[in-house]
């Protein structure tokens, strides 16, 4: 008996450091909202054919959703959202593999992801499931990684009703036509006739990587990386991402958690049968979308500017409120986190119906004054500083023309440019999170 004790104890021991030394750490995000159409998509092709009947969404058919994590490990999992569903959706023949070219991948790379032992999952509406652990042999080197991408497959079985997603991936995924089952497995493009420039069901893929802390870029279209680049991975949270990559190895993870049209303190009610394009609040969305992210360190916030358009109507204090409670309740979950507060850009003289009228332009300054010096945050990045255009008021001129699809931008949403200035103008030092383990004991 006293042998069995021992032996059990120390298999207890051995399960606790090794989790301790190899823990989870989110590796790539996006926030979940919808349900699909509802959203704000960049460069979105016709999805008729693909989805005919929105409330009956996807139908026996596969996705193979790519992703870039932003850190490497050898295992993964990934999660599953129903968040935006009205109806439970089961989900089979899910793999992760690496992306080739298109929907085609890296022969011998496709890992079968299970859940909890089985083949197979079935998430109720408002649920998230994440997978098993899977073995990623080719990642032993993660550095050798930087910059691959992830290519997450999964089925849809039966008909799933309304789709969480989200809109603005501007990255290209497929997705297989209705009725034509599983192609998870396949490593060739031929199951995956159709594009998306959006991401269905799956919102965050975590990597096995010890010592490594997850930084959240949280925030709202200018975050989301709308007018950015299709395929370029050029946000300003990538530039971040890079720049720390460059510094410090793998010992940060950067991910996105914005949401195009998204508001800090509005609406007050979102449900499936009561969407808005810009998703559910900050506020709201905190919990799902920031703190059950795996190892998380830090948090870069820039929100407020659709708070204040015509479609928002918010006022400056009902937006500091709604800051105060995220940063407490970010505090209050993650010990030795750093918040740190990003000053929100000018929209003034936009074409987009929306914003750009003068009462948006003195809220943003002065929910601006309050983030410069109201005290609430860890440290400031002057995002306003580096895109404004002293002379007008108005987004420096070589940052308006959009990076997308091209035209004259709207003067509201930075271009590549402006994205790569923002991202530059970050003091990393100050960003960096604590090691709670070092913290001095708080009296």
């Known amino acids: 008996m006293r042998a069995l004790l021992a032996a059990a104890i120390l298999s207890l021991s051995v399960f606790a450091a090794s989790a301790h030394a190899a823990p989870w750490t989110t590796a790539w995000a996006a926030s979940v909202h919808g349900p699909y159409p509802i959203g704000n998509p960049s460069a979105q092709p016709d999805m008729k054919l693909v989805f005919p009947a929105p409330e009956s969404g996807a139908r026996d058919q596969s996705f193979r959703l790519i992703v870039r994590p932003d850190i490497w490990g050898g295992a993964a999992r990934v999660r599953l959202s129903n968040a935006f569903g009205t109806k439970p959706v089961t989900f089979d023949g899910a793999y992760v593999g690496l992306q080739l070219s298109g929907s085609a991948l890296i022969p011998g790379s496709n890992r079968p992801l299970k859940f909890g032992g089985k083949d197979s999952v079935t998430v109720a509406p408002g649920a998230s499931a994440w997978s098993d652990a899977v073995a990623l042999p080719y990642a032993k080197d993660p550095r050798a990684m930087a910059g691959r991408k992830l290519a997450v497959s999964f089925h849809v079985a039966g008909e799933s009703g309304p789709m969480t997603w989200h809109a603005k991936s501007l990255t290209s995924s497929y997705v297989s036509l209705p009725g034509t089952g599983a192609h998870g497995a396949e490593e060739g493009e031929a199951g995956f006739p159709a594009s998306t420039a959006s991401w269905f069901f799956l919102d965050a893929v975590d990597m096995r990587a010890p010592g490594t802390r997850a930084i959240v870029a949280f925030g709202d279209s200018i975050t989301d990386g709308t007018a950015s680049t299709m395929n370029g991975d050029d946000r300003w949270p990538d530039v971040l991402s890079r720049r720390i990559h460059a510094l410090h190895g793998e010992r940060y ?5 914005g949401i195009g049209g998204n508001q800090v303190a509005g609406p007050p009610e979102y449900t499936p049968q009561k969407p808005i394009p810009g998703g559910p609040s900050a506020v709201s969305r905190l919990e799902r979308d920031v703190l059950s992210l795996s190892n998380v360190g830090a948090v870069i ?3 407020g500017i659709n708070d204040f358009s015509k479609n ?14 995220v940063v407490g309740r970010i505090r209050a979950k993650i010990p030795g986190v750093r918040v740190v507060g990003a000053t929100v850009t000018s929209a003034l003289g936009s074409s987009n119906a929306a914003h750009g009228h003068p ?7 002065q929910l601006n004054d309050f983030i410069r010096t109201g005290g609430l945050f860890d440290a400031i990045t002057d995002f306003d500083a580096v895109t404004l255009d002293t002379a007008s008021g108005s987004m420096k001129p070589a940052f308006v023309p959009e990076s997308t699809t091209g035209g004259a931008g709207d003067k509201l949403h930075p271009n590549r440019m402006g994205y790569q200035a923002m991202g530059a103008a970050i003091d990393i030092p100050s960003l960096l999170p604590r090691d709670p383990a070092r913290s001095p004991a708080r009296k």
């Open 301 to 303: 916030w820039l929100e």
């Open 312 to 325: 928002g109507n918010t006022s400056v204090e009902q937006v500091i409120a709604g800051m105060k409670d």
């Open 253 to 257: 993870s950067v991910v996105n958690a």
């Open 359 to 365: 009462e948006e332009d003195l809220k943003r300054k």
